[in-house]
């Protein structure tokens, strides 16, 4: 009997045949994509013509056919799904769309999501807003009902949906996998409304806590079940009709195989499986020749992608991303950059090489492809450095043009003023360098040591490279598979018949028998599930293996782990087994004392990994014998330093067991085998190659230093600040840090003058120098500062925003001197005084606000002042997560400080330092050649903070922007005196405020060295103002106001000064959501726990429109890349609250021709906790709108929050009712909250909040009308503001043209006969 | 002096050689405003209007000391700019270029 495995790609589509005598047969055949089944018959019949037997005959003795299919990614990618609908629970309509704040940076690299104007959410979405319906009915974080189903509803949305076409429905409800039985009775109604509608339940897709990403999965399921059904049915039906009898296979992407039936019920599963079958391979692989730890790397024309086996299993990961959607499903982990063959190789304006992320893709490719291509690639290098063969490219099917390439190396050798084979010889180190840093990220970001894998390398160009990248992460060994066609193949055939099932029921710490029984009883149903699933399958339950995981984190934290549990009957020894088993795996990821078992654990859920076992697939020994070379060719390397004559092997001749010393070339039909100097390659019995490496060799640099090192050096240096931040936000506990990202983290030089700093908050760039220069001040003018040694502050005038922000510092020695300084700053959630949360509202000064501590040392030497942190800790009413956070601070500073301490031993300290020079002078070069490319002349701009914690007063703020030449002038002269309150900014703040709109505006593709800006800026600010205060103004609020300030003054003077340049105009943006609406709730939580907590919904404000684009809806704060709001499952889950609606809110953006993006508004209750909740509110623009429209646009609405007293909220929703809007709600009486307040929630009292927008840009009636439809349909504005400000006159819902512009001409004349002169009116007031 | 816009600012103005220096004109209607080195908005007319007619929320906000001073273009009516200050403030100068 044959065994087939066909994998369909994008270009080819690969098929492998295992006959009974183990030798793999293979075919390739173009894919088909108008029909993809097409090509798999192709490759059938292919595989059938070599086994010699006709189609019919071959197939009906196939026994298993293993199919990867694309038809779930393509669809999506071109959005060619089913017309889907989604209901969903009244009130979160708006939900799918608003992405969490978050999507807008989902599945951007780092690199890429600091370029802010260029952001956006997934566009367009898989489910507009016009299809997605509400229905009354909730369900509450213990599953208990608190509004019935309006099962009416459900039935009138089915009947509008089938009105409107709709093929499939995404049913997502909160909370729904708490209590299904809402979500399975409106699927039953909706299929009573349209039995043909394919409709799925987020509680069946992905019964999981978080209903952004149980929904998205859902979406998914149902956009894609049709198409994919479509598809597997026909190619069953081709098969079937061809011979084949059996069960059609579908590789999934969570690692196994499942029945065609089970890629139609849940079409998430087999998407984006393509690249999981090169990682499958690698443990078919690994088991044949006895490695259970692999590093898979693929490296193809466009990207290079890498995967991880461990125990023989391959890594998984449960929120993958595609296509901006971050959904749950267990998915085999691939993480990818843009890195291969095809990398464009390019000359930057300083004069350095860089290489990628653009790539020539296949037409017209590299240069030497003949195709027309004059861009250098990675391709083109390999070929100038004799590595390739250019009549032997694909097997002779193509040949190299070698002059092509050549002409293209030259141009960047001639930019570089380098050689020839130095540039070839540098593009190939760029880009081995940038697939070593995606492997460390990929591995010791997960806590592996890639030293303890052997390097898998497969794709056209990895046995190229493969070597090299190895020898930077100083693995010590590296196989090349036979035939990574059959490889990938070979790996989907034998993997087992695969079902994951999921359960969630949060469980806590103490955890005894009653516990395990309830585990116990939950696994039990998951694998009758299973086992009934695979009885339908013909396979007997002694034929499946059941493997039980609970994924448990600890309370405070959201990082989960995956530990196993045994079978049978579980007792409180295994549940101490788990325990013990979680928090030996936490400190082995995230390093020692990162876990804080105090905090005690929390089981999130369980998930069941049931697999058929399969027969094991045998290979036939491979043949060959000890042969000689078949030729040399001169080929370069950089240990000899010139070409040298190489001996070249043709691989597939090579006997097992022959040892061939580098340097040498094996040539291979479709890629070629590099084996550098001082490496040995090996042929084993099933013919994979062996390449040993030699130990690790530095390359020390001294002396003037390359372009090349220097760009090697520099993303090392950007990628251990990646490293170091990711690592703090890890171990952190709080919302604040692991969901919203409040901190920072920097690598600075030995004058503690910034490198490179994150992509979080980053106002908190400059602030970490300032923090190194007060250390250095305080122990450095006194020689006392150690190697070993950490720092800590929360000082306003040393570096922290306000002293919330937390900084903690390090020194990093190099032969007893310092040579640069690691620091973090980090948001803790209390940090004591008299309000919870640390927002001083009411307080008149420091004195009165919260203790603050100047730069104490931490470590001394090393050993840890545990004193210093246990005064810190006893001030707060947080101290379990201030003590967490402070670990994660550590660690961060411990991940740093060995990284760069590997980085000097690698490249000497001359490389390193010159290195952070170089980045700095970089930094310098672009960002002056980009502001003299800008017009000269001033921007102004001014605004308002309103309440300073006591009084309603208007605060103001003015700010000057000169540029002249390469230089820019910041001059806040006229602003406000500093407060009595706790609004106010100190230096660290102004500087802050200042880059968090100059970074992500004009510094988008550099590194944020603010070192390197210090020499273009000029800062004037007069001691003793608002964003410049001095000892002892008031300044818990100085992060969300003092900062604020000054950044939504720099952010609109930069957007205008942008857009009066035509080269820069793309850049310009007009202010994003200017201040917070923070509400903290504080007391006792419904676990009876104490609690100050901020509500992060505030995250969602608008962002700033664009010079061509409409700002993004909820896009968050401008400070802040990667904010995001949390779920509401996930605060109704921690805090005593019920949020009854969350949505858009009309009207809260400037509107203009391109509008600001609109803000959220939410209504929530006190639930589930008779007791009081303390309700802080610390806001600004509740009097005065904010962010300012710019050129002819208006700025966006106010913010507030209103308090609806002893409400019928609750009794609405027992009722059957979800209010959407204030007015629909009856209340004893109403209270307007002041722009700073602190008040209390009662049982029955609702808190109303709304969040303003962003400002827009450009004369409202220059806006397409049809936009402004759009807005109405959507609920974005109303019908006023379309005919008022729009001028826009709509009929049945499309636009009247030629009345619109007679309205909009008539609002031109209205205008003109409302004004007079500006001169008249400076008469009266004057100009500022 | 040229009568193809130097560079434009925003989606407001254009700026040209005026043969003795530079001017903002109306990007709509090439209305002069006047030489670049003085805000374009000293050249416009004003209308002095409610917070609450760029959005019905700003009614919750400080309707009674503020004001919404909207700036257009006496050739064409369009709007070239919009800030909103406490009543008798003086007026933002926005743009000055050299």
Redesign the interface.
């Known amino acids: 009997m044959y065994r087939l495995g066909v994998d369909v790609g994008g270009t080819f589509t690969d098929c492998v045949c295992l006959p009974p005598d183990g030798v793999p047969i293979t075919a390739k055949v173009p894919t088909t994509p108008g029909d993809p089944s097409d090509g798999v018959m192709n490759g059938v019949e292919a595989l059938a013509a070599k086994v010699g037997l006709p189609v019919e005959d071959f197939l009906a003795r196939t026994e298993r056919f293993v199919h990867g299919t694309t038809v779930g990614t393509n669809a999506l990618v071109e959005r060619r799904g089913a017309k889907t609908a989604i209901l969903t629970s009244r009130g979160h309509e708006d939900n799918f769309i608003v992405g969490k704040v978050f999507q807008k940076r989902v599945g951007v690299s780092e690199r890429e999501m600091v370029h802010m104007s260029r952001l956006e959410f997934a566009d367009p979405p898989l489910v507009p807003r016009e299809l997605i319906w509400g229905v009354a009915e909730r369900v509450d974080y213990k599953g208990a009902v608190v509004c019935p189903l309006d099962e009416d509803g459900v039935r009138r949305a089915g009947e509008e949906m089938v009105a409107a076409g709709i093929e499939a429905v995404a049913v997502g409800f909160l909370w729904s996998f708490m209590r299904p039985e809402h979500e399975r009775r409106a699927a039953e109604i909706l299929r009573e409304v349209d039995p043909n509608l394919f409709v799925a339940c987020s509680a069946e897709i992905a019964p999981v806590l978080g209903e952004y990403e149980r929904l998205t999965t859902t979406v998914l399921s149902a956009y894609l079940g049709p198409p994919i059904d479509t598809y597997l049915n026909r190619l069953e039906n081709r098969l079937s009709d061809r011979g084949f009898k059996h069960t059609l296979l579908v590789m999934q992407a969570s690692g196994g195989l499942g029945p065609a039936s089970e890629a139609r019920e849940n079409a998430v599963r087999a998407l984006d499986s393509g690249p999981v079958g090169g990682v499958l391979g690698a443990v078919f692989l690994g088991a044949l020749t006895d490695r259970q730890r692999l590093i898979c790397t693929d490296v193809g024309g466009t990207t290079f992608d890498v995967g991880i086996v461990d125990g023989g299993r391959p890594l998984v990961e449960t929120t993958p991303v595609v296509d901006k959607y971050q959904f749950h499903a267990t998915k085999v982990q691939i993480t990818s950059i843009g890195s291969g063959g095809g990398s464009v190789a390019w000359v930057d304006e300083t004069g350095v090489l860089k290489v990628g992320p653009r790539s020539a893709g296949a037409d017209p490719g590299p240069a030497c492809y003949g195709r027309g291509g004059t861009e250098a690639t990675v391709t083109d290098a390999d070929l100038v450095l004799g590595y390739m063969d250019p009549k032997n490219f694909l097997g002779g099917g193509m040949e190299l043009d070698v002059a092509a390439a050549e002409k293209a190396i030259d141009r960047i050798a001639d930019q570089l003023g380098i050689g020839r084979l130095e540039a070839a010889d540098g593009i190939r180190r760029i880009l081995d360098s940038q697939m070593a840093d995606l492997v460390r990220r990929t591995t010791i970001g997960r806590g592996y040591d890639p030293r303890d894998f052997t390097l898998l390398v497969y794709g056209g160009m990895g046995p190229t490279h493969g070597a090299r990248y190895a020898a930077d992460l100083g693995v010590a060994e590296v196989v090349v598979p036979a035939d990574a066609t059959a490889f990938s193949a070979l790996g989907m055939l034998a993997a087992p018949l695969l079902r994951v099932f999921e359960a969630s029921a949060p469980m806590r710490s103490p955890l005894g028998q009653d516990e395990a029984d309830r585990i116990t009883s939950i696994f039990e149903d998951l694998e009758s599930r299973a086992l009934e699933g695979f009885a339908n399958d013909g396979i007997a339950a002694s034929d499946v293996d059941l493997r039980r995981i609970v994924q448990l984190r600890f309370q405070m934290q959201v990082h989960e782990e995956d530990i196993e549990v045994p079978a049978g009957k579980l007792g409180t020894a295994d549940l101490e087994k788990l325990e013990a088993d979680f928090i030996a795996a936490y400190a082995a990821r995230y390093g020692e004392g990162s876990a804080y078992a105090e905090a005690g654990l929390e089981l999130v859920s369980y998930r069941l990994e049931a697999s058929a076992r399969t027969e094991r697939i045998e290979l036939a020994p491979s043949g060959g014998e000890a042969i000689e070379p078949s030729s040399t060719r001169k080929a370069w390397f950089p240990e000899s330093g010139d070409f040298v004559e190489t001996a070249i092997y043709r691989a597939d001749k090579i006997g097992p067991g022959q040892k061939i010393e580098g340097p040498a070339i094996l040539e291979r039909m479709g890629d070629t085998v590099v084996v550098p100097p001082g490496t040995t390659a090996t042929v084993d019995g099933i013919g994979n190659i062996h390449l040993d490496l030699p130990a690790k060799a530095d390359e020390v640099v001294t002396g003037e230093l390359d372009p090349i090192t220097y760009e090697v050096v520099k993303n090392r240096i950007w990628a251990i600040n990646d490293e170091q931040a990711m690592t703090a936000a890890k171990i952190s506990g709080t919302p604040l840090i692991y969901e919203s990202f409040d901190f920072n983290a920097g690598i600075l030089d030995a004058k503690g003058k910034g490198v490179c700093a994150g992509v979080y908050v980053t106002y908190h760039t400059t602030g970490l120098d300032l923090a190194v220069e007060g250390v250095m001040k305080t122990f450095g003018d006194r020689d006392d500062i150690h190697e070993g040694d950490v720092f800590v502050t929360n000082d306003p005038w040393v570096g922290a925003i306000h002293p919330s922000d937390v900084v903690v510092i390090s020194p990093v020695h190099h032969d007893g001197e310092i040579v640069a300084w690691t620091a973090i700053v980090m948001h803790d959630p209390d940090v004591g005084g008299p309000v919870p949360g640390s927002f001083a509202v009411g307080a008149t000064d420091i004195f009165s606000e919260c203790p603050v501590f100047p730069p104490l040392r931490l470590m001394r030497k090393g050993v840890y002042c545990q004193e210093v942190e246990d005064t810190y800790l006893r001030n707060s009413r947080t101290p379990a997560l201030n003590a967490l956070n402070m670990r994660a601070r550590l660690a961060c500073q411990s991940v740093a400080k060995a990284r760069l301490g590997e980085l000097i031993e690698r490249y000497g300290i001359e490389a390193v330092t010159g290195t952070f020079d170089r980045i700095q002078n970089e930094v310098e070069t672009v960002i002056s050649n980009r502001l003299e490319e800008i017009?000269?002349?001033?921007?102004?701009?001014?605004c308002y903070l309103?309440h300073d914690g006591n009084d309603p007063i208007?605060y103001e703020g003015h700010l000057a922007v000169t540029k002249?030449g390469r230089k820019i002038t910041f001059d806040f002269t006229g602003t406000s005196p500093q407060a009595p309150g706790m609004i106010n900014g100190t230096q660290s703040a102004l500087r802050g405020g200042i880059m968090a709109a100059f970074l992500p505006m004009l510094c988008y593709d550099v590194p944020w060295a603010t070192g390197g800006l210090e020499p273009l800026m000029e800062i004037i600010a007069e001691p003793g103002t608002l964003n410049n205060a001095t000892h002892p103004a008031g300044l818990t609020g100085g992060s969300v106001f003092g900062e604020a300030i000054t950044e939504n003054l720099v952010s609109s003077c930069l957007g205008?000064m942008l857009?009066?340049?035509?080269r820069h105009?793309d850049e310009?943006m007009a202010t994003w959501y200017p201040y917070s609406n923070v509400q903290v709730v504080a007391g006792l939580d419904q676990f009876g726990r104490e609690m100050a907590a901020v509500l992060l919904d505030c995250a969602a404000g608008g962002a700033g429109a664009k010079?061509f684009r409409d700002g993004i809806d909820c896009g968050g704060w401008l400070e802040s890349v990667s904010i995001a709001a949390p779920n509401v499952e996930s605060n109704e889950r921690h805090y005593p609250v019920l949020e009854v609606y969350r949505r858009r809110?009309a009207?809260?953006s400037?509107?203009g021709?391109y509008r600001g993006g609109v803000g959220m508004e939410i209504m929530l209750i006190p639930h589930d906790n008779p007791m009081p909740i303390t309700d802080i509110v610390i806001a600004s623009s509740?009097?005065?709108?904010e962010a300012?429209?710019?050129?002819?646009?208006?700025?966006?609405?106010?913010q507030?929050n209103l308090v609806h007293r002893s409400s019928d909220v609750p009794a609405q929703l027992e009722a059957g009712r979800i209010p959407l809007d204030p007015s629909e709600v009856m209340s004893e009486s109403i209270d307007?909250l002041e722009a700073k307040d602190n008040t209390q929630l009662n049982t029955g009292d609702a808190h109303f909040a709304?969040y303003s927008g962003g400002g827009g840009?450009?004369?409202?009636?220059?806006r397409d009308p049809e936009l402004v439809v759009r807005d109405l349909l959507e609920g974005l504005c109303?019908p006023?503001?379309v005919s008022?400000?729009y001028g826009v006159v709509v009929e049945d819902g499309r636009v009247d043209t030629d009345a619109t512009q007679a309205a909009r001409e008539g609002?031109?004349?209205r205008?003109?006969g409302?004004?007079?002169?500006?001169?008249d009116?400076?008469a009266?007031?004057?100009?500022? | 002096m040229s009568e193809t816009p130097l560079?434009?600012?925003?989606?407001?103005?254009n700026?040209f050689d005026a043969g003795d220096g530079r001017e903002f004109r109306c990007a709509r209607c090439e209305y002069t405003f006047g030489p670049?080195t003085t805000?374009p908005?000293?050249?416009?007319?004003?209308?002095?209007?409610s917070?609450t007619?760029?959005?019905?929320?700003?009614r919750?906000?400080?309707v009674d000391?503020?004001v919404?001073?909207?700036?257009?273009c006496?050739g064409?009516?369009?709007?070239?700019?919009?800030?909103?200050?406490?009543n008798?403030?003086?007026?933002?100068?926005?743009?000055?270029?050299?």
């Open positions: 017009p000269d002349g001033t921007w102004r701009e001014h309103d208007l002249k205008k857009a009066s340049s035509d105009r310009s010079s809110r009207d809260t400037g509107h021709k509740i009097s005065q709108p300012p429209g710019i050129f002819g646009a208006l700025p966006a609405s106010v507030g307007a709304w840009y450009g004369d409202p009636l220059e109303t006023d503001v008022g400000i609002i031109r004349a205008r003109l409302d004004a007079r002169p500006v001169k009116l400076v009266e007031v004057g100009t500022t | 560079h434009a600012v925003g989606y407001a103005f700026v670049t805000d908005k000293l050249g416009a007319v004003v209308a002095e209007r917070i007619e760029s959005s019905e929320l700003n919750h906000g400080a000391d503020l919404l001073r909207e700036f257009y006496p064409c009516g369009a709007m070239v700019a919009a800030n909103i200050q406490q008798g403030d003086p007026v933002l100068r926005e743009i000055e270029l050299d």
